[in-house]
Each structure stands twice: as C-alpha cells, then as structure tokens.
C-alpha cells in the first residue's frame, strides 16, 4: 500500500506580513528552548532560545514567547521576507535530559 | 570556522552494502551528537558522545548501526548491512555543553536501493 509521509503544517504569508509559528511541548520539566530554521538542502540553524525564566526574548526581527502555563512555545517573525521560507523546528532540553528533543516542524512560505 | 563538516554530502549504495558517514565537529565542542532526518519521522537522535564518550545510544535502531568518536575531532556513524528503509539524511552536530544550542552539519543524504 502507499505509505503517508509526515505532512508538515504550513504557513503561507506575504511578504512584509508578521509570521507566528508555534509549539507545544509536554513535559513540564523542560526548561530550555531553542528555535531552529532548517533551509532546503541544510542543516538545522540556530536562530534564538529562550530559558524557563523568562517569558519574552527578541532578537533581530524574531521573538520568542514562552508560556509555561499552557506549555506553548511561539515564534514571531517580523516583516517577513521570501528569505524566510524555510522549515522551523522548536527543540526542548529538560533538566535530567542531556539531548535536545526536536518538534516536528512547521513549513513557512513566504509569497512576494 | 568552518562549522561542523559532514562527509560525504550524498551517498547510494546497494542493499547490503556498509556506508560510512564522517564527522568533523566545531573544534572545542565536547558534545557531538548524530541525528536522522525522515519525512516520516522528522529528527531522531541516534547517539550523543561526550568527551568522546557515547553516552546515550537509545535512538540507534539496531545492531546494523554503529559509532565511534576515536578522538574530539572526527566521529563516524556505520551501517552495515544497509537496507532501504535506511535512507535518509543523516546530521551531526556539536555543541559546547549540554544547555548549549547545536550547530549542526549540511548532513549526507543516503539512498539505499
């Protein structure tokens, strides 16, 4: 039979629109986050983390949000550009955990 | 610094075949780490070596697969025999310590046919 591959939620924006892509994560014990972008053909880059301590952390147009209540995780990007256009993965490290665990990705598509 | 250098960038080779893939980490990173990238799967991680030392092996499928880290600056990932549900591409990536973010290589695509 035809196997079903992971199919990834996109996100679809215009250029110069706001980007928001979140995570969720389940274990209450993770106190680390990073989000990476991953190019066609690349490997995973770094972009920003954040530390359980904090709740907001801003870099150059993207912010990280961190909502420990609810255990969500977001990325905001702003004025985004076709450069963009990439993979996004959240990762979380728990205290007791020596390996970041990976989310499954969200696809951006950035139009012109 | 030229980052994390992976080798080679693209592989296929026959079922049954063993497939070497080459590792070189950021220079002073203590930690290197071999994940698999699938469309089924995302990113699993295989193994994690610390000082050279594996330190967690879990994520390594079967038997088939192996690594070393004979030294801070080279590590190899093994499969022998490979099969075709081995294809995929395959990362390494270092970092400095465990709460460190990771700088991952360009990673090897294998194809098993």
């Known amino acids: 039979g035809e196997s079903v591959g992971l199919h990834l939620p996109t996100l679809s924006v215009q250029e110069g629109d706001n980007s928001i892509i979140n995570c969720a994560y389940s274990n209450s014990a993770s106190d680390y986050f990073i989000w990476y972008k991953q190019e066609s053909g690349k490997g995973p880059q770094f972009i920003i983390d954040i530390r359980s301590n904090m709740d907001k952390r801003q870099g150059q147009r993207v912010t990280v949000l961190l909502n420990k209540t609810v255990k969500h995780l977001s990325l905001q990007i702003a004025a985004t550009q076709p450069g963009d256009s990439a993979v996004y993965f959240c990762?979380?490290?728990?205290?007791?955990?020596?390996?970041?665990?990976f989310g499954k990705g969200t696809m951006l598509l950035v139009s012109p | 610094d030229a980052g994390v250098i992976q080798s080679p960038r693209h592989e296929v080779t026959e079922m049954g075949q063993e497939v070497t893939l080459r590792c070189k980490p950021i220079s002073g990173h203590n930690s290197l780490f071999w994940y698999r990238q699938t469309m089924m799967r995302g990113l699993e991680l295989l193994i994690y070596f610390n000082n050279n030392v594996p330190i967690d092996d879990s994520g390594m499928p079967e038997d088939r697969f192996s690594a070393k880290m004979p030294n801070a600056s080279f590590s190899t990932l093994k499969i022998q025999p490979s099969e075709p549900r081995d294809s995929a591409v395959y990362f390494c990536a270092s970092s400095t310590d465990r709460a460190g973010g990771y700088t991952f290589g360009s990673g090897t695509r294998l194809t098993v046919v």
């Open positions: 990762a979380f490290l728990g205290t007791g955990y020596s390996t970041l665990t």
